[in-house]
């Protein structure tokens, strides 16, 4: 799914600077970890290894979709193994 990346504004900068960010989850990669977005600037966050909130970089780009394909990698073993459908996570 490819998400449309829109320029943030500068009414949305500024409103993020006076009361702070609204992150909202943009992308689901396992059931612990997740990608956010404000819903005002655009900026991006995931959650690192401890769990806090981190910036968005090309490397836990990276990390997310390796994570996200070896997850679902999982899931699809385990079903088979359960004889069910196919369990999928969605965003």
Same mark, same amino acid.
């Given at each position: 799914? /490819?998400?449309? *990346?829109?320029?943030?504004?500068?009414?949305?900068?500024? &409103?993020?600077?006076?009361?702070?960010? /609204?992150?909202?989850?943009?992308? *689901?990669?396992? &059931?612990?970890? /997740?990608?956010? *977005?404000?819903?005002?600037?655009?900026?991006?966050?995931?959650?690192?290894?401890?769990?806090?909130?981190?910036?968005?970089?090309?490397?836990?780009?990276?990390?997310?979709?390796?994570?996200?394909?070896?997850?679902? /990698?999982?899931?699809?073993? &385990?079903?088979? *193994?359960?004889?069910?459908?196919?369990?999928?996570?969605?965003?």
């Amino acid at each position: 799914m /490819n998400l449309v *990346q829109t320029k943030p504004t500068k009414k949305g900068k500024l &409103y993020c600077s006076i009361f702070g960010h /609204n992150f909202q989850v943009s992308k *689901q990669i396992t &059931y612990h970890v /997740n990608e956010y *977005q404000c819903s005002h600037c655009k900026k991006e966050m995931t959650t690192d290894s401890t769990g806090q909130l981190t910036a968005m970089t090309p490397k836990y780009k990276e990390i997310n979709s390796v994570l996200e394909r070896i997850h679902q /990698n999982k899931l699809v073993r &385990y079903a088979k *193994q359960q004889n069910t459908k196919v369990l999928k996570m969605t965003s």
